[in-house]
């Protein structure tokens, strides 16, 4: 169904060939590039640098990370692919237009623990659920 | 940076302008549940007993593989560093499995009040817990307060301590006070004694105007009445690192909602 639309659009399209949106290929998808595959990079929150130190006792700060990169096809190259993913690709390649590709997201976060002195120099210690990035995939 | 400290060829690298850096600020405090930069005053509070309690709690859960820590560790602790036990217990590690949140909390009463001749030894102790966040509840609670080892007068003899909820106060008469624990121990013993006032916290958590504090007294197993530094109780005179202490153990009780900003 893919290739009758896409043929459709090339027919509509016809009297400005050099305008028309370039139809992604199955290479254009081809993760080998790992380059830009979707993955997980070091991002540092430094609550030192922040100028925090005064009241956060520990940690100094916190690897948070952050996850970018593409997510191209065959998805089952990005281990984290949720099966959304793989709607999100099979619509974005009938639309790719309108409809953009899955998005390279968190899939797995982990909590960290803060020490602090709160207004009262009481000490503080909490656990924040999903503040650092240990794992990126495709949604 | 990615991992090998490369900046990524898709980010695009520039310093935040300063508005840009309150911004950001403003959202990790609002992350970390804040509505503003606290300023706490730290005249002795650093080198305190809590702070190196919750260092030590902090440690057992981090696995004490942060490496920036131990530089922290020293930075906290006195430049003269007593031996004694260690701060956290057994029993803490088991409320902290549980918790959400711990919170030591330092001592309030900086001056002695005049008691009766009958309570003239009773020393007292007030805590603020009136900054607790929304649907904390308090699961476990503890009164920690040092005992030295007692080697004048009274080295062969063994003492009870008492501890006290203050229920009422009064112009004319003293205070209305319930007995919470009362503990025998041995002069020679030291160490940390804990003194569990879970149902006291979450009376004033709930009431903050029934915190009225707690009262502490020592008597010889004889019934004498005696000061607390002579039972090797550490009071506010005492080293920092051995200042009596409140620590409290919270359980998110309601689904927190971030408001909106």
Known sequence: STAGRRRQQSRNRSTQPQEAPRVPSMADYNSSDQKTACRKHELYVSFRELGWQDWIIAPEGYAANYCDGECSFPLNAHMNATNHAIVQTLVHLMNPENVPKPCCAPTKLNAISVLYFDDNSNVILKKYKNMVVRACGCH | ?261
């Open chain 2, 1 to 261: 940076l990615d991992g090998a400290n490369e900046i990524h060829a898709s980010f695009i690298h520039r310093r935040l302008r300063t508005h840009e850096k309150r911004e950001m600020q403003k959202e990790i405090l609002s992350i970390l549940g804040l509505p503003h930069r606290p300023r706490p005053h730290l005249a002795h509070g650093k080198f305190n007993s809590a702070p190196l309690f919750m260092l030590d709690l902090y440690n057992s859960i981090s696995g004490g593989d942060d490496e920036g820590l131990q530089g922290l560790l020293d930075h906290y602790k006195p430049a003269v560093v007593t031996q004694s036990p260690p701060l956290a217990t057994l029993q803490d590690s088991t409320f902290l499995n549980d918790a959400d949140m711990v919170m030591s909390f330092v001592n309030l009463v900086e001056n002695d009040r005049e008691f009766s001749a009958d309570r003239r030894h009773h020393k007292e102790f007030r805590f603020n817990l009136s900054q607790i966040p929304e649907g904390e509840a308090v699961t476990a609670s503890e009164f920690r307060i040092y005992k030295d080892c007692v080697s004048n007068a009274f080295k062969n003899e063994t003492f009870i301590i008492s501890v006290y909820q203050v229920l009422q106060e009064h112009e004319d008469r003293e205070a209305d006070l319930f007995l919470l624990d009362a503990r025998t121990l041995w002069a020679a013993e030291e160490g940390w004694l804990e003194f569990d006032i879970t149902a006291t916290s979450n009376l004033w958590v709930m009431s903050p105007q029934h915190n009225l504090g707690l009262q502490l007294n020592v008597r010889t197993s004889a019934g004498h009445s005696m000061m607390l530094r002579d039972a090797g109780l550490v009071g506010r005179d005492g080293p920092h690192s051995k200042q009596p202490f409140m620590v409290a153990f919270f359980k998110v009780s309601e689904v927190h909602v971030r408001t909106t900003r």
